[in-house]
């Protein structure tokens, strides 16, 4: 089982990342007490053992404190089968009662792909629905239905090699260097080895940009408008390549809609030029795109307007040049492998088809499949709402956080008949809502493979038992399948039994036509799939991985790949003088999504610890605002409260918020209740970059921050909590000050009985409480009547030290402030980085590595770093 390497100590185990969809492999070492060493895998052809923050800090997020360790029905502790027994009946009586479209499963992009294809099989085989979606709608819906608009199926044609060996790389919508920081790594090695040139584009300026050498601010969707500019600019500039056209079909119709879009960039004609001849004159040009691609009501046809680029340049599945679509999850690409999507069958099999579902019904002999797509997830949420979905099992995603709409989603599913939750905590906004919530094991503690971006497939191993009585998803997956009846179909014995099963019904979809065959991998022994290194599909007898296109053959009937006539659109909704700002949304550097996991690590929630707004500075000045106040942000569907941070990298008459803050975490941050569930026509694909909102300053009567060795239980307008390597800190603001602050401090703290100190300033309206016991400091409060101005992170680090000097809010003299830490991996400050800048007169990342460790691992802070010598008076960053 174990396919690592033998270090002193205990043996290291081979695995995969459980973030991103770059899919780095991972050395894992337990230490033998529940703990866990976390190094990059050199082997691995995905990351050749570099890592990024998260990964990282993986080890920080294996405690078992907030672990789901038993089912629970209406929140009481019981046995699994008593659990799975009513999940079985309910989902068996409501099909029976109101048939099977009445039950649903809303899944995600990171269930490994043998729990993904129990669950895809259960659903769409056997209760004979297709009400199977998964998060994936929300995040690779739009590339999916573009690939298969042009190529026939959903096919990545290039590999990550191709990032080493392009001239040009151009992110479209894609803040790589936060969301895909080892890809960018590569790129950023590229670029030193050969020169190669990066582009971003991108309304906002990202960190992304500190490494590129043009940075384009689009107007919010106008992608589509830009490369329909570039297929005329390749059409004039006689760049077209004839001999591969003939492989293609379409290239008229494109052209002419192209020719008559008039669609806005937001781009002068030089930028739109510059780019023009940086793409058609160099040969060897990958085109990554992202979410700012992808999540918009015309993201199909984003993603057609880009490969109509590569196809008439026929820069398409050769070394160094292609369309990149990267997935996000880490088995974002897996989920589309297996059918997990409401309007596909396994093995990249049409659900449409008529002789597809023949073949899998047959395969699967299963008594039921139904003939058209199920619901997609936005209209899932909204047949939820309108009781027509009355049993719904929801399983590793969390969508009351997630969804646009989202705080109709939280009532959807709170009004469910029947709701069932797995998770590996139950603290989550989605896990409060259900009947019966079910404990998973987590991704160190179960076996599986996943697909990443550029279709390799490596293992996932478990290194660590699961606690009390969780479980691997598949496994409660199969239970319910064969609870209901469905015996000898679910008898697994475990995920190599299922992957086995999985690799023979992708020889069917091989030998039907299909881009997706690793039935080379059907005969792979127990052993040979514990011991499977990474490699990329297909696997047949005759053909393992490699690049798809070059050939010329595609998937769609008569082998032509189609280029698709597309016209731009701006986003759905419009702004006006009620919401006059577009708001676009996305992720930070060191969070994962509703953060039940990265939250955990007090090394990755310092780098910014509370939700924000960022908005421009002629905006900021115009409404009032400052720095550091808080913003009530307002749309038709939802409010927010986000702490405002005043920036041009954000153009004026947009905002920019990260996605990350919950109920648990900061119940005003959530910000997908801003966000309107307009979706792309053919994709179903929510529009989460483009809501629009107004902005005004919150009226606040008090700030607070706090910190604590213990939880901290605010209850006020605004709060955020982070972990802390001492404890918790929380940003607190209310709208009504409290008559007592010490009563208060107690209450916040649950700190009845701790010995108090306090300066408290009733005329300013100020406060500071240091709770304590036996001169220890257990938390302390400062409250003001502006935002709290105190050093955060020297105070952070105080709870349980000794208490003196506290409530002064600074270090003593000789302790400088770090300031928010930049590196994760070192703890590094800013602070600190800036003075030794100034102080050392330091030059390049390098030479900041070299005198302070900061940048030297994972690499993730090493833009940020360039940004700091790029701000230093007459300087140069060298990255
Ligand atoms: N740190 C971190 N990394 C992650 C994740 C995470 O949660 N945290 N999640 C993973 C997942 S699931 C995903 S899907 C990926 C997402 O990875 P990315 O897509 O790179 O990340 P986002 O921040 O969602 O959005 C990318 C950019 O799109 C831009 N954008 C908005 N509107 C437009 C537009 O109209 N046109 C263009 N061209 N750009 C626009 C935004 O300004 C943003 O910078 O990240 C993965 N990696
Ligand atoms: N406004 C806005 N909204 C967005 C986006 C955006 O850019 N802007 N991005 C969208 C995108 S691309 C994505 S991918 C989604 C992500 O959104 P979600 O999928 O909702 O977010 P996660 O936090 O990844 O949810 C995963 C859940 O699974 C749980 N979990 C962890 N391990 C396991 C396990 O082994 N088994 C089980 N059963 N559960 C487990 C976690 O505790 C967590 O509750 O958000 C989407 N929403
Ligand atoms: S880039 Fe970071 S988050 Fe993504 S797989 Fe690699 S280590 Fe994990
Ligand atoms: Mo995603």
Redesign the pocket.
């Known amino acids: 089982m174990d396919g690592g390497s033998q270090g002193p100590g205990l043996p290291e185990t081979r695995s995969t990342?459980p973030?991103?969809g770059?899919?780095?492999g991972v050395l894992l070492r337990p230490n033998g007490a529940g703990g866990l060493a976390v190094r990059g895998d050199p082997a691995h052809p995905?990351?050749y053992g570099r890592?990024?923050s998260?990964?990282s800090a993986l080890g920080e997020t294996v405690g078992l404190g907030h672990r789901l360790t038993a089912p629970r029905v209406h929140g009481v502790e019981t046995g699994w089968d008593d659990a799975l027994q009513l999940v079985a009946d309910r989902f068996r009586e409501t099909v029976a009662a109101h048939g099977p479209d009445a039950v649903a499963f809303y899944v995600s992009g990171q269930l490994l792909t043998e729990d993904y294809y129990v669950a895809n099989k259960l659903m769409k085989g056997f209760i004979g629905s297709a009400n199977i979606d998964t998060n994936s709608r929300l995040c690779m819906a739009s590339s999916v239905a573009g690939h298969r608009r042009a190529f026939g199926t959903d096919t990545v044609p290039g590999t990550y090699e191709d990032l080493d060996a392009a001239d040009l790389v151009v992110l479209v919508g894609s803040n790589l260097a936060w969301c895909?920081?080892?890809?960018h790594q590569r790129v950023m090695a590229a670029k030193q080895a050969r020169g190669t040139r990066v582009v971003v584009i991108d309304p906002r300026r990202t960190a992304s940009c500190d490494g590129a050498d043009l940075h384009l601010a689009i107007a919010p969707g106008g992608d589509a408008a830009l490369f329909n500019r570039l297929l005329c600019a390749i059409h004039a500039g006689g760049a077209t390549d004839a001999a591969f056209l003939r492989h293609t079909e379409g290239f008229d119709a494109a052209l002419a809609a192209a020719r008559a879009d008039r669609g806005e960039t937001g781009l002068s004609e030089a930028e739109i030029a510059a780019f023009c001849r940086l793409w058609i004159g160099t040969e060897r040009v990958v085109t990554v795109y992202s979410q700012g691609v992808n999540q918009s009501t015309s993201g199909t046809d984003k993603v057609n307007a880009i490969l109509n680029c590569h196809l008439a340049t026929g820069r398409i599945g050769r070394p160094g040049r292609g369309p990149f679509s990267v997935t996000g999850q880490?088995n974002a690409m897996g989920g589309r492998e297996v059918g997990g999507l409401a309007n596909m069958l396994a093995c990249h099999l049409d659900l449409e088809n008529a002789d597809h579902r023949a073949a899998v019904r047959g395969f699967w002999r299963a008594p039921a499949m139904p003939d058209a797509p199920g619901l997609k997830a936005v209209d899932m949420f909204r047949a939820v709402g309108a009781g027509r979905v009355k049993a719904l099992w929801i399983i590793h995603t969390n969508p009351a956080v997630s969804m646009p709409e989202a705080d109709a989603v939280r009532d959807a599913i709170a009004g469910c008949d029947f709701v069932v939750v797995s998770d590996v905590t139950g603290a989550t906004d989605t896990a409060r809502l259900a009947h019966v919530l079910l404990p998973a094991a987590a991704w160190a503690e179960k076996d599986g493979t996943v697909t990443n971006s550029d279709r390799t497939i490596s293992r996932q191993r478990a290194v660590l038992p699961a606690p009390g009585a969780a479980r691997p998803d598949w496994a409660m997956l199969a239970e319910v399948g064969r609870r209901m009846g469905w015996t000898a179909a679910f008898d697994y014995a475990g995920p190599a039994e299922i992957f086995r099963e999985y690799a023979a019904l992708s020889g069917i979809a091989g030998r039907l036509g299909r881009d997706f065959d690793i039935s080379g991998l059907s005969g792979l022994d127990d052993a040979g799939y514990d011991g499977l290194a990474p490699l990329r599909w297909p696997v047949t007898a005759t053909r393992e991985g490699g690049r798809f296109f070059a050939d010329g053959a595609f998937f769609h009937e008569g082998g032509r790949a189609r280029l698709v006539a597309v016209t731009s659109r701006a986003p759905a909704a419009q702004t006006s003088a009620d919401h006059p700002f577009r708001l676009n949304t996305g992720r930070v550097r060191d969070q994962w999504h509703t953060m039940t996991r990265t939250g955990l690590s007090a090394k990755l929630s310092a780098h910014l610890a509370e939700p924000f707004l960022d908005i421009h500075p002629a905006d900021a000045a115009r409404l009032g605002l400052a720095a550091a106040d808080l913003a009530e942000v307002t749309s038709a569907h939802g409010r927010a409260i986000l702490r405002v941070r005043i920036t041009d990298a954000v153009q004026p008459g947009q905002l920019f918020a990260p996605m990350h803050w919950t109920g648990e975490t900061a119940p005003s941050g959530r910000i997908d209740a801003l966000v309107a569930a307009a979706t792309d026509p053919v994709s179903g694909q929510p529009e989460s970059k483009a809501a629009v909102v107004s902005v005004r300053r919150m009226q606040a009567a008090w700030y607070g921050f706090a910190v604590s060795a213990g939880p901290i239980r605010p209850d006020c307008a605004y709060w955020a909590l982070a972990t802390t390597r001492q404890g918790t800190r929380a940003e607190l603001a209310g709208r009504e000050a409290p008559a007592d602050w010490e009563a208060e401090a107690r209450r916040l703290f649950d700190l009845p009985g701790a010995d108090a100190t306090s300066i408290i300033d009733t005329a300013r309206g100020t406060a500071r409480i240091a709770l304590e016991e036996d001169g220890r400091l257990l938390a302390a409060l400062f409250v003001s009547p502006a935002p709290v101005a105190v050093m955060r992170d020297y105070l952070a680090a105080l709870p349980g030290t000794g208490a003196a000097g506290v409530l002064t809010g600074r270090p003593p003299k000789d302790m400088p402030d770090p300031g928010p830490v930049l590196c994760a991996c070192f703890g590094v400050g800013i602070n600190t980085i800036v003075a030794a800048i100034e102080a050392r007169g330091l030059m390049s990342v390098d030479a900041v590595g070299a005198a302070l460790e900061a940048g030297t691992n994972c690499g993730s802070c090493r833009p940020e770093i360039a940004a700091l010598l790029a701000r230093a008076p007459h300087r140069e960053a060298a990255e």
Not at 180 to 183: E, F, I, Q, W
């Open positions: 990342c973030y991103c770059v899919g780095c995905a990351n890592l990024c998260k990964g895909h920081p080892v890809l880490p």
